[in-house]
């Protein structure tokens, strides 16, 4: 992949606990990208909160999806604000195929072309190995083995379909995501470099 410079327009695509939060926080810091995370930014309305915060917590308890309407104003708002000067990272972003067409359509105003998007595959029974840890060391309310089935079986009915409408439009690649953080990363700066 190499010959066309760094790839800094990054979607990191994958189920809960595939390992996206992780490896986006390691780019961001070896490329100096900005990391959109869209997870972490409701959780951080929700400890602030805002009326936004109050809205998504109650879909962010149970498992399910924020509406695209609100996830797609704040990303938005997000990208505007960081002027593209060093790229970005969307880490749980597009996650409906709504979304993924509202992102098109905004970053091709803004002349910003995603470079790739790469897949984290990961079999379900280490997906819910993984949450069910972070259940023990961090107590996310959304990592008991309920909320954990719900997320799984939204990722496959509304977010595996944007694979297949992104595909069409930009280059994805997936990536083994059963090694180890190193491992994984390892992979990802040689597809991305
Ligand atoms: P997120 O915060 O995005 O939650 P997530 O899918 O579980 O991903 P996360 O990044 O945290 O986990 P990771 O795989 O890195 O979303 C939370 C909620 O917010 C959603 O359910 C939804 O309600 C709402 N939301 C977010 N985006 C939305 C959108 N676009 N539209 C609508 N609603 C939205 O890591 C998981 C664990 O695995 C960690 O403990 C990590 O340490 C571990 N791990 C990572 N890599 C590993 C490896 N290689 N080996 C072993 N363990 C590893």
Sequence with gaps: MGGQGLRRRL???????S???????????????DH??????????RAAGTELGHLA??????GKLV???????MIRHRLEDDGDAKGFVLDGFPRTVPQA????????????????VAVLDVPEEELVARLSRRATEERR?????????????????????VLEYLGDLVPVLRL??????????????QAIG
Excluded: C, W
């Design 57 to 62: 917590s109650e879909y962010m308890a149970a």
């Design 176 to 189: 083994d995501g059963r090694g180890s953080v190193e491992e994984v990363n390892g992979a990802l700066v």
């Design 101 to 116: 067409r509202s992102l098109q359509e905004l970053l091709e105003k803004m002349d910003r072309p995603i470079d790739l």
């Design 19 to 33: 390992g996206k939060g992780t490896q986006a926080e390691l780019l961001r810091q070896r490329y100096d990208l």
């Design 141 to 161: 309310e959304d990592d008991t083995p309920e909320i954990i089935s719900e997320r799984l079986r939204v990722y496959r009915v509304q977010t595996e379909p």
């Design 11 to 17: 979607i990191l695509f994958g189920a809960p606990g």
């Design 36 to 45: 959109i995370a869209p997870g972490d930014m409701l959780r951080e309305h």
């Design 67 to 73: 509406p695209d309407e609100l996830i797609v104003n």
